[in-house]
C-alpha cells in the first residue's frame, strides 16, 4: 500500500518543488531534489503572463453550470424513461445511450461551424452547450431507478404527489450515491475538458484553466519548466482540495451502494 | 413550446384536448395509465414526457446526431477543413485507410493502449480497492491520495509526467539509477513511448476504478464473508468464490465507462508525445484529431471517425446487452 | 465564398418550426429530418472550383480603412507586450484599434482555429501564418495576396529580406509579411569547447565538426557531443542544412527527389553519424535542455531559443552558422508571418495592411526584434542603433543575424503539402530512431507526400 500511495503521490511531490525552481536547478545531472529557495518568482511569473485569476472563474463557472444542469437533465430524462408512460420509450432511450458512442472528435467540426454561426464563440453557452446532454447520467440514473421499489412510487402517488415532487422529493434522495458517483465523474469531467473550449474561445479572458495553462509553453523550443509547473499546481490545487473536503463524501456516496445495482 | 405541438398524431382533434403544460407540481399524468381516458392521459404523458426529456434529447439531437450526420457525409468527401469546396469520392476515404501503410501499426497501438489502460486498470484498481477495503491505519488519507490523481486536468498531468520521465532530468531516471538501471529512451522508442502513455493513464484514472470497486466490495454484505469463513473457506477461496462473481456487475460498468473514456483518451498524448515517435502512441482517436485538424485533411479523418464509431457501436452493443441483463438484477 | 457553409439557420432549434401546430411524432421527424437536411447543406460546398484568391480586383485608392481590426496572434517569443505597445503605437499613429487575441499557444494552434473559423463570422482580419501553414490557408482561398495593397501603401518590399519575403511567395503573389522568423543556428559550450582544446568557434563543415567529436567527448565525460531534436515541425526543418549542404533537397517545385542520390547520401551521412560515428545523439527528451546543463556540448535550435538558453546555461554559450556540407551552406527558414484574411471588406484588408505596413517599418522591427529575439526582417533595421544595442549585449545574436545571408527558400514537399513534415519527421525518425536506411526511409514518405499531394494540393491549384 505504501508503494502504491508513494507511487501516487510523488509525482505531485515533483511538481510542487519544481515549481519552486530556477531553470538552471530543474535540469542538473544528478537530479537536485529542492529547490534552493523557496521564493514565489515562478508562480509571479505565470500570474503576470496569464489571467489565472479569470481561467479560474471561467472553469469555476463551467464546471459548476454545466455539471449542475447536466445532472438534473440526466435526472428528468431517466424520471421521463422509467416513470412517464408513452410509447416508444425504448426508442427514446437507445436514442440516449447511442450518443454515448459517438467519439467527441467525430462532432466537433460540425458543432464548431454550428456554435460560431450561432456567434457563440467565446461565450459560456458555447463551451456548455454542446456538450450538457446527459447520456451516461440518463443511463445509470434509469438503472438505478428501475431497481427502486414499486412500493415507493406507490406511497408517494397515493401522497398525492406530481411529478416533480416525486422525482425531487422520493426518487432523489433514494438516489443519492448514484447522484453522487455521476456528479464526481461530470464535475471532474468539465473541469477538465480540453480539446473543446480551446476552439471555441479564442480569447484569454474566457478561457478554461486547462487550455490557459498550455500558453505558458513557449515556442522555439525553450519552456520554462519551473513557471509552467507553477501554473500546473495553481490548476490541480483547487481540484485537489475540493477533493479533500468533499471526499469522505463523495466516497461514503458511492459505497452506500450506487454502481452495484 | 406549446402544448399543442406535443399532441400525438393522428388521435383526436388536433387542437388537442385543453391540456396545459404541466407546471412545477402540476397532477397532471400518472405513471400507470388506466384503460379509462387512455388517450387523455396519453397526451398528457407525452406533454410530461417531453417536458422532462425533451431538452436533453433535443440537445443530443443538434450536439451528437446532427453533427454525425454531417461527418458521415463529410466522410465521403475529398475535404480540407477550411476550405470552401469539397469534392464528393464516395468511400474512397475508408478504402484509403484500409490500404495506409501505417494503419495496421495504428490499429495495433490502439488495441494495445485499449486493453491495457481497460484491462490493466481494472486488475490495478480493484488490488487497490482490496487493499483499501482492508484495515489499515490512515486509510481515509490513502484511499484520498490513490483517487487525487482522477480529478486532475489531464494535459496538467500529461506535461507534469513528460518532465518526470525526462531520461536525463526525472525521477524515473533518477531512481533506476538509485537502483543501478539505465532509463529506457522513452520519447524514442516507440514501445516506451506507448508504454509511457499507458502508465500516465493508469497513474490518472486507476483511482476512479478503485473507488467504484471500492463501493461494491462494501456493499457486498458481512455475513456472507462471514459464513464463509466460518466454513472453513481460505481467504483466497472467499475472494475467488464470493467476492469475485458478486462484483460483477461492478466489473461490467467499469468495462463499459472506462472503455469509452480509454477509446476517446486524447490530452494525454496530446500533451506527452503527440502521437510519435514514429506514430508509435498514435491511436485511431489521436488519428482523426491529427488528420482532422493538424493535416487538415476533414474528410478523411470523418471517415476514421466513422470507422472508431461502429467498432465502438459494435463492442458497446455487446456490452450493454449483457450489462442490462447482469447488472440489473444482481 | 461567404457561405460556404450554408447558414445554418438561426440555431438548432428552429428545426421545431414555430408555425409546425401538431403532432408530436411529427415534431420528432421534424427534428431528425432537420438533421438530415442540416447535415446536407452544412460545411462546404461540392460545387464551384474555388482554391486561391484571384490577385485583381479592389480599387484601394477608392477604400476608406476600417477603424478596428483583430489579430490572431500566439505572441511567439512571449512577446504579449512588445505587440500591445506596438498596436499602441500603431493606433497613435492612425486611430486605428487592434484587437489582439491570444488564439493559440503555437502556430498550430492557431492555424487550427484559422482553418475552421473559415466562413464564420469570428475570421480575424490578421492571422499568424508560419512557415508550413500559410499556403494551406492560400489554397484554401482564406488569404488574400498581398502585392496589390502594399503597392497602393507604398510599402518598400525591397527593404525586407529577400529570402524571408519570398518565403511566402507562389504564383508571382506574396501572401503574408515575414514577422516573427527565425533559422536553426548552431550552439556550442565555450566552456567545453575550451577544455577539449579545440577553437572558439563553430565547426566550418560537418566535416570538421566530425573531426572534433572525439576530443569533445573525452572533455565531457564521453557524452556524444551533439544532442539533436526529432520532433515534428523540428527535424525536418534542421535536416535541411545537412541535406542541402551535400547538394540534396525535398523536392524541386512540386517534383520530389526523395530518391535523389544527393538526398539519399544526406540521410545516410545522418544516419552514420548516429549509429556508427557516434558524433551526433538523437535528445532522450529535451535538446534544449541537454545542452544548458551541459549534458551535450552543443546543439542545433532556433535562433528563437537564443534569450531562453542564455538565460538558462551556466556556462559561456557560443553561437556560430550552421556548418556547412560540400555543397556550400544550408540554412532553412522559419517562424511566422502575418497574412490578412480574404473574406473580410477591403476596408477592414486595407487597414489591416496598413497595420503590417507599421510594424515592417525599420524601426518597429528593429523594436520587436530587440525584445524578441526574432530576426529583423527588414534589412535597414538589422543595422539599426537599437540593434546595434542588441549584439553589443548578447554578440551571440549578431551570428544569428548574419546568418541569414546564407538562407534560401524551403523544399515545397515540407512546407506545401499537408502532412508533408509529418510524413519527413516520420522518415527521419526512422533513420535516427530505428537505422532504417535512407532510401527505404525516404521512399515510404516519398509515396505519402505524393498522395498527398495529389489530393490535397492538385486538384486546387
Known amino acids: 500500500m505504501l508503494a502504491a500511495v508513494a507511487v501516487m503521490i510523488l509525482p505531485l511531490v515533483w511538481m510542487l518543488l519544481a515549481s519552486f525552481k530556477e531553470p538552471d536547478e530543474i535540469y542538473t545531472v544528478p537530479i537536485q531534489w529542492l529547490p534552493s529557495g523557496w521564493d514565489l518568482s515562478n508562480y509571479a511569473q505565470a500570474l503576470e503572463r496569464v489571467p489565472f485569476g479569470s481561467f479560474f472563474a471561467n472553469s469555476l463557472f463551467v464546471t459548476l453550470i454545466g455539471a449542475g444542469l447536466k445532472i438534473v437533465l440526466g435526472l428528468t430524462t431517466a424520471y421521463a424513461l422509467v416513470f412517464v408512460d408513452v410509447p416508444f420509450k425504448k426508442v427514446f432511450f437507445a436514442v440516449v445511450v447511442f450518443a454515448l458512442l459517438v467519439p467527441q472528435q467525430i462532432v466537433i467540426i460540425p458543432n464548431y461551424t454550428l456554435v460560431a454561426e450561432l456567434g457563440w464563440l467565446n461565450t459560456y453557452q458555447g463551451i456548455i452547450l454542446p456538450g450538457l446532454a446527459s447520456a451516461f447520467g440518463t443511463f445509470l440514473f434509469r438503472q438505478h431507478f428501475l431497481s427502486l421499489p414499486a412500493s415507493v412510487m406507490e406511497a408517494a402517488v397515493l401522497d398525492g404527489a406530481g411529478h416533480l415532487r416525486r422525482l425531487f422529493q422520493f426518487v432523489v434522495p433514494m438516489s443519492a450515491p448514484t447522484i453522487a458517483a455521476v456528479a464526481l465523474v461530470s464535475v471532474v469531467n468539465e473541469w477538465n475538458e480540453y480539446l473543446w473550449p480551446l476552439l471555441v474561445v479564442d480569447r484569454a479572458e474566457m478561457m478554461t484553466l486547462p487550455v490557459g495553462l498550455t500558453l505558458l509553453q513557449n515556442n522555439d523550443g525553450v519552456t520554462n519548466w519551473g513557471v509552467l509547473m507553477a501554473g500546473t499546481v495553481m490548476v490541480t490545487v483547487p481540484v485537489l482540495a475540493l477533493f479533500f473536503v468533499l471526499q469522505r463524501r463523495i466516497v461514503s456516496g458511492l459505497t452506500a451502494g450506487a454502481v452495484t445495482g | 413550446m406549446s402544448s399543442t405541438i406535443l399532441s400525438p398524431p393522428g388521435r383526436g382533434p388536433s387542437a388537442g384536448p385543453g391540456i396545459t403544460p404541466a407546471a412545477p407540481g402540476s397532477r397532471h399524468g400518472q405513471a400507470r395509465p388506466r384503460p379509462a381516458g387512455r388517450r387523455r392521459r396519453t397526451s398528457a404523458n407525452w406533454l410530461l414526457f417531453a417536458l422532462l426529456a425533451g431538452p436533453n434529447i433535443a440537445l443530443l439531437l443538434v450536439f451528437t446526431y446532427k453533427p454525425l450526420l454531417q461527418s458521415l457525409y463529410y466522410s465521403t468527401l475529398q475535404w480540407n477543413i477550411g476550405s470552401a469546396i469539397a469534392r464528393p469520392v464516395g468511400l474512397r476515404n475508408y478504402t484509403d485507410w484500409f490500404t495506409a501503410p501505417g494503419t495496421g501499426q495504428i490499429i495495433m497501438v490502439t488495441v494495445v493502449f485499449t486493453l491495457a489502460t481497460v484491462g490493466g486498470g481494472m486488475v490495478i484498481g480493484l488490488a487497490l480497492a482490496l487493499l483499501l477495503n482492508s484495515r489499515l491505519k490512515l486509510r481515509g488519507a490513502a484511499r484520498t491520495i490513490v483517487v487525487a490523481p482522477y480529478v486532475l486536468s489531464g494535459v496538467a498531468v500529461g506535461l507534469l509526467w513528460l518532465f518526470v520521465f525526462d531520461p536525463n532530468f526525472g525521477i524515473t531516471s533518477a531512481v533506476l539509477q538509485g537502483i543501478g538501471l539505465a532509463s529506457p529512451d522513452w520519447y524514442n522508442h516507440p514501445g516506451y513511448a506507448l508504454a509511457m502513455v499507458i502508465i500516465v493513464y493508469l497513474w490518472k484514472n486507476v483511482g476512479y476504478v478503485a473507488l467504484i470497486y471500492l463501493a461494491g466490495l462494501q456493499a457486498i454484505p458481512r455475513d456472507l464473508l462471514e459464513a464463509a469463513s466460518l466454513d472453513g473457506a481460505g481467504r483466497i477461496r472467499t475472494l475467488v468464490g464470493i467476492t469475485f462473481p458478486l462484483l460483477g456487475p461492478t466489473t461490467f460498468f467499469l468495462s463499459v465507462t472506462t472503455l469509452l473514456s480509454s477509446l476517446q483518451s486524447f490530452d494525454i498524448i496530446q500533451a506527452m508525445t503527440k502521437g510519435g515517435p514514429l506514430e508509435g502512441t498514435t491511436t485511431m482517436m489521436y488519428q482523426i484529431y491529427q488528420q482532422g485538424f493538424v493535416a487538415g485533411t476533414a474528410g478523411y479523418s470523418s471517415a476514421i471517425a466513422t470507422i472508431l464509431f461502429l467498432v465502438l457501436l459494435a463492442v458497446t452493443l455487446l456490452q450493454l446487452k449483457f450489462v442490462e441483463r447482469k447488472v440489473h438484477y444482481s | ?461
Open chain 3, 1 to 461: 465564398m461567404k457561405n460556404r457553409f450554408a447558414s445554418i439557420p438561426s440555431a438548432g432549434t428552429s428545426a421545431v418550426p414555430a408555425g409546425l401546430s401538431r403532432r408530436n411524432i411529427l415534431t420528432l421527424a421534424g427534428i431528425l429530418g432537420g438533421s438530415a437536411a442540416l447535415a446536407a447543406c452544412g460545411g462546404p460546398s461540392t460545387a464551384g472550383t474555388g482554391g486561391a484568391v484571384e490577385t485583381a480586383g479592389t480599387d484601394w485608392g477608392s477604400i476608406t480603412p476600417a477603424d478596428r481590426i483583430t489579430w490572431w496572434s500566439n505572441h511567439p517569443g512571449a512577446s504579449k507586450p512588445i505587440e500591445e505597445e506596438l498596436i499602441r503605437r500603431f493606433t497613435a499613429e492612425t486611430g486605428i484599434e487592434v484587437d489582439l487575441v491570444t488564439a493559440g499557444a503555437n502556430y498550430d494552434e492557431v492555424a487550427q482555429r484559422f482553418q475552421a473559423s473559415a466562413g464564420t463570422n469570428n475570421v480575424p482580419d490578421l492571422v499568424g501564418a508560419s512557415d508550413v501553414w500559410w499556403f494551406r490557408y492560400m489554397i484554401n482561398g482564406q488569404i488574400l495576396p498581398v502585392d496589390d495593397v502594399a503597392a497602393h501603401l507604398g510599402i518598400d518590399t525591397a527593404d525586407y529580406n529577400t529570402g524571408l519575403y519570398n518565403d511566402y511567395e507562389f504564383n508571382g503573389s506574396h501572401w503574408a509579411f515575414p514577422y516573427a522568423r527565425s533559422t536553426p543556428l548552431f550552439y556550442y559550450n565555450r566552456t567545453l569547447f575550451k577544455a577539449a582544446g579545440l577553437p572558439d568557434r563553430a565547426p566550418k563543415t560537418w566535416d570538421e565538426y566530425n573531426s572534433w567529436a572525439p576530443d569533445l567527448a573525452a572533455a565531457n565525460g564521453g557524452a556524444v557531443p551533439m544532442a539533436l531534436g526529432s520532433d515534428t515541425s523540428w527535424s525536418a526543418w534542421w535536416f535541411c542544412n545537412i541535406m542541402w549542404g551535400l547538394g540534396g533537397q525535398y523536392s524541386k517545385e512540386w517534383t520530389l527527389t526523395l530518391d535523389d542520390p544527393k538526398t539519399l547520401e544526406a540521410g545516410e551521412f545522418l544516419r552514420r553519424m548516429i549509429h556508427r560515428d557516434q558524433t551526433v545523439a538523437v535528445s532522450a527528451a529535451d535538446y534544449v535542455a541537454d545542452f544548458t546543463a551541459g549534458v551535450s556540448s552543443c546543439t542545433i535550435a532556433s535562433t528563437g531559443s537564443l534569450s531562453g538558453i542564455l538565460e538558462a546555461a551556466k556556462f559561456d554559450v557560443g553561437t556560430g552558422f550552421l556548418p556547412e556540407g560540400p555543397a556550400g551552406p544550408g540554412c532553412p527558414t522559419g517562424g511566422t508571418g502575418i497574412a490578412i484574411a480574404a473574406e473580410k471588406s477591403p476596408e477592414q484588408q486595407l487597414a489591416a495592411a496598413m497595420f503590417l505596413q507599421f510594424i515592417g517599418e525599420p524601426e518597429q522591427t528593429a523594436y520587436f526584434s530587440a525584445n524578441t529575439g526574432y530576426m529583423p526582417v527588414r534589412t535597414s533595421a538589422a543595422d539599426s542603433a537599437e540593434m546595434q544595442a542588441v549584439y553589443a549585449k548578447a554578440p551571440q545574436f549578431r551570428t544569428a543575424v548574419d546568418q541569414l545571408a546564407t538562407t534560401r527558400v524551403q523544399d515545397w514537399a515540407r512546407s506545401f503539402v499537408p502532412s508533408g513534415d509529418q510524413h519527413l519527421t516520420t522518415a527521419l525518425e526512422k533513420i535516427m530512431l530505428q537505422d532504417t536506411p535512407a532510401a527505404d526511409a525516404f521512399a515510404a514518405a516519398s509515396d505519402a507526400i505524393a498522395k498527398s499531394f495529389e489530393q490535397n494540393v492538385e486538384p486546387y491549384l
